[in-house]
């Protein structure tokens, strides 16, 4: 079936850096637009990054752009995100997302 599962998150100081992975299984990887979002406690799940099939198009919420870096390496089945320059209001669930499928999520939090 088809699975996601993030990786990478934890606890980091505002200005600090920190990579999330998402590895897929279940379907054919490359044919598929894959997807970075984030909830944070009260809030809704908002988009952060998308990628398309080949890296050749890239999308970013605007209160991310310059800081992240979505990726993806299809050899390995696997999109990434560089997050630099992280700030408090980072802070949250971040999730892998293929259309309606959706990884557990891992922690990010952004102390001041």
């Known amino acids: 079936q088809v699975q996601l599962v993030e990786s990478g998150g934890g606890l980091v100081e505002s200005g600090g850096s920190l990579r999330l992975s998402c590895l897929a299984s279940g379907f054919t990887f490359s044919r598929f637009l894959m997807s970075w979002f984030r909830q944070a406690p009260g809030k809704e799940r908002d988009l952060v990054a998308s990628v398309t099939r080949s890296n050749e198009g890239i999308n970013y919420a605007d209160s991310v752009k310059g800081r992240f870096n979505i990726y993806r390496d299809n050899t390995q089945n696997t999109i990434y995100m560089q997050m630099n320059d992280l700030k408090p209001e980072d802070t949250a669930v971040y999730y892998c997302?293929?259309?309606?499928?959706w990884g557990q999520g891992t922690q990010v939090t952004v102390s001041a």
């Open positions: 997302n293929r259309r309606d499928t």
